[in-house]
C-alpha cells in the first residue's frame, strides 16, 4: 500500500512551459486535492474533488487545471508556468464520499517546482 | 472571507516541558478541526481531530481542546521530545451541504523547536 504518490519530486521549468504534475493514490478515496505551500504560509487549495468526473476549485486556482478521469488518479496541470507558480505542490487525498463528512487528509511527499 | 489563523509563530520549549500551540478560527460555521505536523521535506502528517459538538479530546501525548465560545484550538503536547520538533498546522473545514464542502483551510503554522 504506498498511500498518495506524486511524481515529480522536483522540477525546474522556464516561463511559458507547461508540465502535469502526477498524484496518484492506491486507497480508493473518494476525494483528492491539490495544495501549494510558499514559505512562511500555509496550505492553499488549489482545486479538488468529491469523486471521479468532479472537480471544484479552491482558493488560488487560476492558472492550474485538473482532471479526474479515475478515482486513482488527480494530475495537476501548470499550463504556461510563471515564476509566482514557484512553490512546494502536495496532493492530498480522504475516504470521504460526497454525502459524507471530509475527514482527515492523506498527504504525498511534495513537488518542489521552480519556475524561471 | 473565512480564516484560520494561529497567535505564535514559532514555539520554542525544553525537552520533557508540555507545550501548548494555539489556533483562531472565524468561520463559526465550521465543524470539523484538525492538527497536522510536518517535519522539513515532508508532507503533512495528521496527528488529531476533533467535531464542533466536543470541547475535548485526547490521543497519544495529545489533547485537542476546543473553545467555540471564543473560536479558539489549542494543541496540548505532552513530555515533548525532540523528535516532535516540526510545524504545525490546524485546518477547519466548512459544514456538508453548504457551498464550502470540501474546501479544507490551514492556518499559517507554528514552529515548534524542542530543546534537548
Known amino acids: 500500500n504506498a498511500g498518495v504518490t506524486q511524481t515529480p519530486k522536483f522540477q525546474v521549468l522556464k516561463t511559458g512551459q507547461s508540465m502535469t504534475l502526477q498524484c496518484a493514490q492506491d486507497?480508493?478515496?473518494?476525494?483528492m486535492s491539490w495544495y501549494r505551500q510558499d514559505p512562511g504560509m500555509g496550505l492553499r487549495l488549489i482545486h479538488y474533488?468529491?469523486?471521479?468526473?468532479?472537480?471544484d476549485q479552491g482558493e488560488v486556482p487560476n492558472g492550474y487545471n485538473v482532471s479526474r478521469s479515475t478515482t486513482e488518479d488527480f494530475p495537476l496541470r501548470l499550463l504556461s508556468a510563471a515564476p509566482s507558480q514557484t512553490s512546494v505542490y502536495f496532493c492530498?487525498?480522504?475516504?470521504?464520499?460526497?454525502?459524507?463528512?471530509?475527514?482527515?487528509?492523506?498527504f504525498g511527499s511534495g513537488t518542489q517546482l521552480s519556475v524561471l | 472571507g473565512e480564516s484560520v489563523g494561529l497567535h505564535l509563530p514559532t514555539l520554542s520549549v525544553q525537552e520533557g516541558d508540555n507545550s501548548i500551540i494555539n489556533c483562531a478560527y472565524s468561520?463559526?460555521?465550521?465543524?470539523?478541526f484538525i492538527w497536522y505536523k510536518q517535519e522539513s521535506g515532508k508532507g503533512p502528517q495528521f496527528i488529531i481531530d476533533?467535531?464542533?459538538?466536543?470541547d475535548k479530546r485526547q490521543g497519544q501525548r495529545v489533547t485537542v481542546l476546543l473553545n467555540k465560545t471564543v473560536k479558539h484550538l489549542s494543541l496540548q503536547i505532552a513530555a515533548t521530545q525532540p523528535g516532535d520538533s516540526a510545524v504545525y498546522f490546524c485546518?477547519?473545514?466548512?459544514?456538508?451541504?453548504?457551498?464550502?464542502?470540501?474546501?479544507?483551510?490551514f492556518g499559517q503554522g507554528t514552529i515548534l523547536t524542542v530543546h534537548p
Open positions: 474533488s468529491v469523486g471521479a468526473g468532479i472537480t
Open positions: 492530498a487525498s480522504s475516504p470521504q464520499n460526497r454525502g459524507h463528512l471530509l475527514e482527515k487528509l492523506f
Open positions: 468561520n463559526s460555521a465550521s465543524d470539523y
Open positions: 486507497m480508493n478515496h473518494e476525494y
Open positions: 485546518a477547519e473545514t466548512p459544514p456538508f451541504g453548504g457551498t464550502s464542502y470540501g474546501k479544507l483551510t
Open positions: 476533533i467535531r464542533s459538538n466536543m
